[in-house]
T-cell receptor
Framework: AQSVTQLDSQVPVFEEAPVELRCNYS??????LFWYVQYPNQGLQLLLK??????LVKGINGFEAEFNKSQTSFHLRKPSVHISDTAEYFC???????????FGAGTRLFVKA | DAGVIQSPRHEVTEMGQEVTLRCKPI?????LFWYRQTMMRGLELLIY????????DSGMPEDRFSAKMPNASFSTLKIQPSEPRDSAVYFC????????????FGEGSWLTVV
């Protein structure tokens, strides 16, 4: 069965600093990987996704993630964060041919001035 | 195009009362999901439908919870009777059919059971 582990529940960082949010998954078959962002009092929205091809995926708001099959990871990065990036970030996985998408527990990114 | 529409946005109800949450998915989307979010348990998938048919309801916590999708443009999640531990944000989401497709979330229904 597929599962997702987000290794950090909270990540505080200063404005304009780089950030990496970590995500590991487990699955016995090929997977699709996603990062979603949830701003306060809103639903989740897609940041980026990996389906196939290049392992480096670029998303909205300057975020990118790298799929590493050998390490079963899909870490999210941004070289310089803004106050407006303060939100909760969810890693998610779905298996090829399946309907189900499983979300991680979320990482709360707090950007300080 | 309108996104996923949920109602009510906020509801406060007394323990024992019936609660009905409503959802209108994005037109043309074949899959519909109900999620529950709490501080303690994070984001949990309760049930999902494909082409109006429930595919997996293993996440529904107990018999007090039920969900229906009578047609492609409407779904309900009902809690009867409600309990204080049901207090949470309930999200409806929809997507085109297929595992690699983006899931589009509504803004959530904030339920408080007192």
């Amino acid at each position: 069965a597929q599962s997702v582990t987000q290794l950090d529940s909270q990540v505080p960082v200063f404005e304009e600093a780089p950030v990496e949010l970590r995500c590991n998954y487990s699955s016995s078959v090929s997977v699709y990987l996603f990062w979603y962002v949830q701003y306060p009092n809103q639903g989740l929205q897609l940041l980026l996704k990996y389906l196939s091809g290049s392992t480096l995926v670029k998303g909205i708001n300057g975020f990118e993630a790298e799929f590493n099959k050998s390490q079963t990871s899909f870490h999210l990065r941004k070289p310089s964060v803004h106050i407006s990036d303060t939100a909760e970030y969810f890693c998610a996985v779905s298996e090829g041919g399946g309907f189900k998408t499983i979300f991680g527990a979320g990482t709360r990114l707090f950007v300080k001035a | 195009d309108a996104g996923v529409i949920q109602s009510p946005r906020h509801e406060v109800t007394e323990m024992g009362q019936e609660v009905t949450l409503r959802c209108k998915p994005i037109s043309g989307h074949n899959s519909l999901f109900w999620y529950r979010q709490t501080m303690m348990r994070g984001l949990e998938l309760l049930i999902y439908f494909n082409n109006n048919v429930p595919i997996d309801d293993s996440g529904m916590p107990e018999d007090r919870f039920s969900a229906k999708m009578p047609n492609a443009s409407f779904s309900t999640l009902k809690i009867q009777p409600s309990e204080p531990r049901d207090s949470a944000v309930y999200f409806c989401a929809s997507s085109p059919q297929g595992a690699g497709n983006t899931i589009y979330f509504g803004e959530g229904s904030w339920l408080t059971v007192v």
